[in-house]
């Protein structure tokens, strides 16, 4: 079992090495992107500077802290976007037939299908989350947390869109389910806990997760918490788990296209 694990980890980040050699091609394209990306988010942090002139916090976050959100949002947007884009987008792949490439090969078919391809745009996410902890004031273990909670919060918002893509197993038209509860992920990652109430900071920490994947890490990293460090890794792992399994149970119900078409 351990030698299968090891042997598809190396299929899997080959997977991501050609992908990225694919983008390479063309070398002014793929460095505009991820400049074009860190100017992109920079812009958006003019209106936080605006906003805390007039205010000392907002949602109970210091313009410090929602620097720091910032880099959470975007790093763990980067890495999920970077290393499984193609999650995002597994339903068109489910609906097209286009499985049929990954189904036939000695791999496993869930990550083989969402490690096929890269966005590089990612990368400048990925930049700017580091930019932005730098500037929150760099300390060893807190960088350490920040990159862990990048990684599995990167990994939640994977998990979270198989889980909703995968429906496409069982029902038509859940593709446009997925991008709205997608673009719910990116868009409250952006803005400070506070400032929700209700039923909607319930959303947050349940089916649309961003509250495990973004708030409680920067409560982590300010104030470290041992049982919301252990919520933080216990839903992630959970929620791979729920997100194998409902993938290959809608699997069993997957009707080949017959489409031709060759993976290198």
Not at 48 to 76: A, R
Not at 79 to 88: I, L, N, S, T, W
Not at 109 to 134: H, P, Q
Not at 200 to 206: E, H, N, S
């Amino acid at each position: 079992m351990l030698t299968a694990a090891k042997n598809q980890l190396k299929v899997t980040k080959l997977s991501i090495k050609y992908a990225v050699m694919r983008e390479m091609l063309n070398k002014t394209t793929f460095v505009s992107n991820i400049i074009f990306m860190i100017l992109n988010n920079a812009c958006m942090i003019i209106q936080w500077i605006v906003l805390f002139s007039l205010k000392d916090n907002v949602g109970g976050y210091t313009f410090q802290q929602i620097l720091l959100l910032w880099g959470m949002s975007s790093g763990v947007y980067g890495v999920a976007h970077f290393f499984f884009d193609k999650a995002f987008s597994l339903a068109n792949t489910i609906n097209s037939g286009k499985l049929d490439a990954y189904i036939v090969q000695p791999k496993n078919v869930l990550l083989s299908a969402i490690t096929s391809n890269v966005k590089v745009s990612a990368i400048g996410d990925i930049i700017f989350a580091f930019v932005m902890y730098f500037i929150y004031g760099f300390n060893i273990t807190t960088f350490i947390l920040y990159i862990l909670f990048l990684i599995t919060g990167g990994l939640i918002l994977v998990a979270v869109s198989i889980i909703f893509n995968s429906l496409s197993f069982w029902f038509n038209n859940t593709d446009m389910v997925s991008d709205t509860v997608n673009s719910l992920m990116v868009n409250f990652s952006t803005y400070p806990e506070g400032i929700f109430k209700g039923i909607t900071k319930i959303l947050l920490f349940t089916i649309i997760p961003v509250g495990i994947a973004n708030y409680i890490p920067i409560k982590i990293i300010t104030e470290f918490n041992i049982y919301l460090f252990i919520i933080n890794i216990s839903v992630c792992l959970l929620l791979i788990l729920i997100s194998f399994i409902i993938f290959y149970k809608g699997l069993k119900k997957y009707s080949s296209s017959n489409l031709m078409s060759a993976r290198i």
